[in-house]
């Protein structure tokens, strides 16, 4: 399959010139062209943002519900229909603040979706406030004197978890997110792709230049050694990993667990109402 | 003499009390297979405090050869299992009144109320027994052998309860028998029962309201169902919960209400049949992704079981207060339909509807019940129940689809991701055809235009009121939800030729033809469990007419079949041949 089958043409990118969101969303095809996957086979679930807006901007399943609950809709579409490619994608505010009881929990569930966090460390859409990753002392035209809460660690709030899949990617390689967004995607279980994302409008500190200098890429990394994993995603300065930092196989998926696929291994929309049942629900009250 | 008031009763009316945890349910559970066995008709009402142990809790058992329906205030027989019999109980009792109680165990308490006390000693019966824990037992005895039904169905009830658990078994029956004994002696031969006439085969299915609703979803093709657990709610839940491999839906409890709306909205769009059950806290926080249904033309069906509010109020009480909340829930402008069954068998039929008008309208629909309802209980014909027809498969789309076509109803053709050769999309933002966001004022008053022509169509098929009584009447009595029997009840002991009574069990939209019957009457008086008057607001909005009076009760508790009677009595004006 070609990236460009996922193209949706004539659209009207409301992206700021040079946002990191451009590069993500060509890994984001690119990848999925290359596991063979094609727009029929893909349901792109988002909330609100800027990072949110990704579902518009291209050719595929669409579900571009509120701010924060993406995690709650993708979880229901596998739900619903397992057979489905469900990719949750957003922003830090939208997935790690809004949204941040329902990130918990969906990793808790373990469901076979792959959640894309584009992460640029501010509130883009509603014009450069703080968001949930932004560093202390980051100023803005609300925090005025620079943001006084410790930045929520996405990584290590994963593992504590217990999530399946957590990797690092950096928007400015291209290459190497689309490899781990294609290795999230393949992943029996829940999939975290925090991706480091410039936002050229609204943080001056965290620059392309910024996460150049402080990242390097992950090599001869034990991917199932928790305790490493851990190590890693509790750093509080640079320089950053890039990579899977932790991969766990074998633990149940939420849909395979679910009695409604013990006998039945239609989805949901192909099933018909349940009379039999019903009827002898019924039977049953009648001693 | 004892008993001599129910010579001439068309029901008998017991009244079991106790603090939590001494196993009133138990016992209510087991009476009412008893004596739906027994081919009598049951109804079964319970209020309970929000505690595991302690307290008082009450359960109330009216039994008839006719069915019965509705909750009253009159108690023939009062089983206290424990002391500090709360004052809702205590106001109820009169001279006809027969208490069986422990002295011991009471210390004089309901001695002194002008009622018949018959002491029974359960505490030292049960010990005999085998243990205090079988003094409930002992009291389903009791009851047993007044009623006069024998006691080989609770020898069928303990084997099965307790199956394998031959000490248990025994000692229950030992107990229910010691009981049964000394019931049968104060009623006399044959028990208080006796001679009334009996109907063996039909009505044998005891249904409340949490099973009524869950089954309604369950016949209309509901296959996922999100809560996180609240009073009074939990019930259809935990139903589902139980027979999720029965159905073949998917269950869960989630972390928040949000979540249960917002994967309820995702599986509609995946095209599965969702159901959220909650109450008016849960649905409170609900609301936006209500609306988020509403604008993605999901059919999503809300369960929304009432309780006093505001905020937490009270847990485990009953109320009619989130009518408004339910009508106007959600930012912005979207059809809803809106339902409140009175009965077991409108709460089967109401909540296929529900769905039914969801999938055909791609819209919420909402059941209002309450507290009341989801507990309350009584045998009926399982087979005269009404199934609506079975939900339409979903057709594969073409490489063209468009979700939201614009068309003459307003309904466009539901296609759902994977089926098909087409894109499916769905946007909270307002959305062009296909569904992606896209800013133009046109647009925006085109789109709104559709969603809202769908409302014309759920309006022409609203369920019209049911009219019960005189067609010639000059005073209308309305209500809505759980309270229809009991104010039909009600409408019955006042004996009116002069009145009637319209029970609504669609609230919204309302059936047009209901605005004709409304301005017939000369006199109308809105019965329901607020302090506002919501529902007459509702109607005055809507059809112009207001009500010249309400009834209105919002103490946690439901009204009684004779404080409505008593309190229309007081209002209704002339005396169309009261009795």
């Known amino acids: 399959m070609d990236s460009t089958a996922f193209d949706l043409p004539g659209i009207d990118l409301s992206w700021c010139p040079g946002c990191g969101d451009f590069k993500i969303l060509d890994s984001i095809k690119k990848a ?17 943002g800027q990072a949110a807006k990704t579902p518009h901007y291209m050719k595929a399943h669409f579900f571009n519900g509120l701010h924060g609950r993406a995690l709650s809709n993708a979880t229901a579409i596998k739900a619903a229909n397992p057979a489905l490619e469900v990719i949750a994608v957003g922003g830090d505010g939208d997935m790690y603040g809004e949204g941040g009881n329902h990130f918990t929990h969906t990793i808790r569930r373990n469901p076979g979706i792959t959640n894309l966090v584009f992460n640029n460390m501010v509130y883009g859409l509603t014009k450069g406030q703080a968001s949930p990753t932004s560093p202390r002392g980051f100023r803005t035209s609300v925090q005025v004197d620079g943001v006084h809460a410790q930045p929520f660690n996405p990584l290590a709030a994963a593992l504590v978890q217990g999530a399946t899949f957590v990797a690092r990617a950096f928007a400015g390689n291209g290459d190497q997110t689309k490899e781990i967004i294609k290795r999230a ?5 829940y999939a975290l792709v925090d991706i480091f994302q410039p936002c050229v ?11 150049m200098d402080n990242t390097y890429t992950l090599e001869g990394h034990e991917e199932e050694d928790f305790g490493k994993a851990m190590e890693l995603a509790l750093l509080q300065e640079g320089p950053f990993p890039l990579g899977v930092l932790y991969r766990k196989e074998g633990v149940p998926l939420f ?4 009695a409604a696929y013990r006998k039945d291994d239609r989805p949901l929309f192909r099933r018909e109402a349940p009379r039999k049942a019903v009827k002898e629900l019924l039977a049953s009250l009648a001693g | 003499m004892l008993f001599s008031s129910l010579k001439d009763s068309r029901d008998v009316c017991c009244v079991l ?3 939590a945890g001494l196993g009133i349910q138990t016992v209510e559970d087991m009476l009412a297979g008893i004596i739906v066995d027994e081919g009598f008709s049951v109804f079964g ?3 309970y405090m929000s505690r595991v142990r302690g307290g008082n809790n009450s359960t109330e058992l009216r039994i008839a050869s006719e069915p019965v329906d509705a909750l009253i205030d009159r108690i023939d027989i009062l089983v206290a299992l424990s002391r500090k019999v709360r004052r809702n109980i205590l106001e109820r009792i009169s001279s006809d009144t027969v208490i069986f109680g422990d002295r011991e165990e009471l210390k004089g308490e309901l001695e002194d109320l002008g009622a018949s006390f018959v002491d029974i000693p359960l505490s030292s019966m049960a010990k005999e027994a085998g243990g205090r824990i079988y003094s409930n037992s002992i009291a389903a005895g009791v009851l047993l052998g007044v009623l006069g039904l024998g006691t080989k169905g609770a020898e069928d009830f303990y084997m099965k309860r307790f199956a394998g658990k031959d000490g248990v078994v025994a000692s229950n029956i030992g107990a229910v028998t010691r009981g049964y004994e000394l019931g049968l002696a104060m009623a006399g031969e044959g028990g208080v029962l006796k001679g009334r006439p009996r109907n063996p085969k039909g009505r044998k299915a005891i249904i409340n309201g949490s099973d009524a609703v869950s089954l309604g979803a369950m016949a209309a093709g509901c296959n996922f169902v999100t809560a996180y657990p609240m009073s009074p709610a939990t019930g259809v839940l935990s139903f589902f919960a139980k027979h999720a491999e029965k159905a073949g839906a998917v269950v869960e409890q989630v972390e928040d209400e949000l979540a249960a709306m917002n994967m309820a909205v995702g599986a509609a769009y995946a095209g599965a049949r969702p159901l959220v059950t909650t109450s008016g806290g849960g649905f409170a926080l609900m609301a936006e992704g209500l609306s988020l249904a509403g604008v993605m033309e999901a059919p999503v069906v809300v369960h929304l079981a009432q309780r006093p509010g505001p905020a937490t109020g009270m847990a485990t009480r009953t109320e009619q207060a989130d009518l408004d909340l339910a009508l106007y829930s959600g930012h912005g402008e979207f059809p809803r339909a809106l339902y409140a069954p009175g009965t077991m068998e409108s709460a089967f039929r109401l909540t296929q509807e529900a769905f039914e008008i969801a999938l055909k309208y791609q819209t919420p629909a909402i059941v209002l019940t309450d507290q009341y309802f989801m507990n309350a209980f009584y045998n009926l014909d399982a087979d005269g129940l009404e199934w609506l027809d079975e939900p339409p498969s979903v057709r594969e789309t073409e490489e063209d689809y468009r979700r939201y076509e614009d068309t003459p109803d307003g309904c466009s053709p539901f296609g759902v991701p994977g ?5 499916v999309g769905a946007d909270s933002h307002e959305h062009d055809e296909v569904g992606h966001v896209y800013e133009d004022f046109d647009l925006r008053t085109r789109m709104q235009d559709k969603r809202m022509r769908k409302f014309a169509g759920m309006e022409e098929r609203a369920l019209p009121p049911v009219l019960v009584g005189p067609e010639s009447f000059s005073n209308l009595v309305i ?7 009991i104010v039909r009840e009600a409408l019955e002991c006042l004996g009116r030729d002069d009145t009637a009574l319209l029970a609504f069990e669609q609230v919204w939209p309302l059936a047009p033809s209901a605005g004709d019957l409304l301005r017939k009457a000369s006199f109308t008086a809105v019965v329901e469990g607020n302090s506002t008057g919501q529902f007459a607001g509702l109607l005055r909005k809507t059809f112009g007419v207001a009500a010249d009076r309400t009834v209105l009760k919002y103490n946690g508790l439901q009204f009684s079949v004779e404080e409505v009677a008593d309190r229309l009595g007081e209002i209704l004006p002339g005396k169309g041949g009261g009795r």
């Open chain 1, 185 to 189: 995607v393949r992943h029996k279980g």
């Open chain 2, 479 to 485: 209500c809505w939800g759980s309270t229809f029997p």
């Open chain 2, 419 to 423: 089926w098909g050769k087409g894109i």
């Open chain 2, 17 to 19: 009390c106790g603090a």
């Open chain 1, 255 to 258: 849909e395979e667990t679910l």
């Open chain 1, 201 to 211: 409008s609204f943080n001056s500190v965290n620059t392309y230049k910024w996460f």
């Open chain 1, 32 to 48: 999925l062209a290359e596991l063979g996957l094609g727009p029929l086979d893909v349901v792109m679930v988002s909330g609100i």
């Open chain 2, 45 to 47: 009402s319970r209020e």
